[in-house]
């Protein structure tokens, strides 16, 4: 196995190469009971990674494979391809990437998944189904996604900033174990902003806004750039029969210049409260 990663929570695995390998890429996770959930794993990111030839022995996994609930986490802008059954492999399913029993609460956006024996599996025939697993615009080929997965030399590491540790107006800070990722964040009843500076050198980044989708309504978020609108949004709702759910917006690729001033702006509706956890700011 490339990389095993068992009970983790706010953990990045992004931006590694993983080929030729008798058995799985990555797997995020580790087995769960049903009857007592783990609480405790979640909020990690698995991103442009690229994983190719793996599975090349055993069955019963895949590229990037996860198991048991992991609210908030995120696989996303990785490229995985020629995941192929082995002559070796018994009955077992193969695929790019492989939900496993207990696998709950995790978002499955933008993966380029290229000659693979099966792209996605979710495990049904154990007494703890995999549910609540969203997919957004996974591909068989984008040319961005492809070559922007795997090591490069321009690497940095991402810079995330809590957001009950920037600068607030309007917003006040609350404590939770069960809605934020490091057991706290920021809530307004009418509308705040949430303002950091950009402390490194000119280049090319990406910003991640994670904010709460509440049942309670939508509210709304803009994103500034030194006072310059770049990017509004609405929040998404959350899974069915929850309260409120970890969800995350992120840019396009925008150059940032140090001393930049990166603002969020969260506009309550009904009775949600533009619930912000942090922004990450990312190559």
């Not at 998944?113 to 697993?133: G, M, R």
């Not at 984008?142 to 991402?158: A, D, F, L, V």
């Not at 490194?200 to 030194?226: C, M, V």
């Amino acid at each position: 196995m490339g990389i095993m990663a068992s009970w983790i929570r706010n953990t990045t695995i992004e931006r590694n190469e993983i080929s030729d390998a008798p058995y799985m890429g990555i797997q995020v996770g580790n087995q769960s009971d049903i009857k007592s959930p783990n609480k405790t794993a979640g909020y990690n990111t698995v991103r442009n990674n690229k994983i190719n030839n793996v599975m090349k022995l055993l069955d019963d996994g895949g590229g990037i494979y996860t198991l048991a609930r992991q609210i908030g986490t995120q696989v996303t802008g990785n490229y995985i391809s020629n995941i192929m059954r082995g002559k070796w492999a018994m009955d077992a399913p193969i695929a790019a990437i492989y939900h496993d029993s207990c696998s709950e609460y995790i978002s499955v956006e933008n993966n380029v998944l290229q000659q693979v024996a099966n792209d996605l599996f979710y495990q049904e025939s154990t007494n703890c189904k995999v549910k609540n697993i969203t997919q957004l615009n996974n591909t068989d080929f984008s040319e961005h996604i492809q070559n922007q997965s795997g090591r490069t030399e321009k690497y940095s590491e991402p810079l995330k900033r809590e957001a009950e540790k920037a600068k607030l107006k309007g917003y006040k800070i609350e404590r939770s174990q069960d809605k934020y990722s490091n057991g706290e964040g920021i809530a307004t009843e009418k509308a705040g902003s949430a303002s950091v500076i950009f402390n490194k050198d000119t280049g090319s980044f990406y910003i991640r806004i994670a904010y709460l989708a509440e049942n309670k309504g939508q509210s709304q978020f803009k994103l500034y750039i030194n006072n310059v609108l770049l990017e509004s949004w609405t929040a998404s709702r959350p899974a069915e029969g929850l309260a409120d759910e970890f969800k995350s917006f992120t840019t396009s690729s925008i150059t940032l210049h140090r001393n930049d001033v990166i603002k969020v702006v969260g506009i309550a509706k009904g009775k949600a409260q533009a619930r912000l956890d942090y922004i990450e700011i990312f190559n």
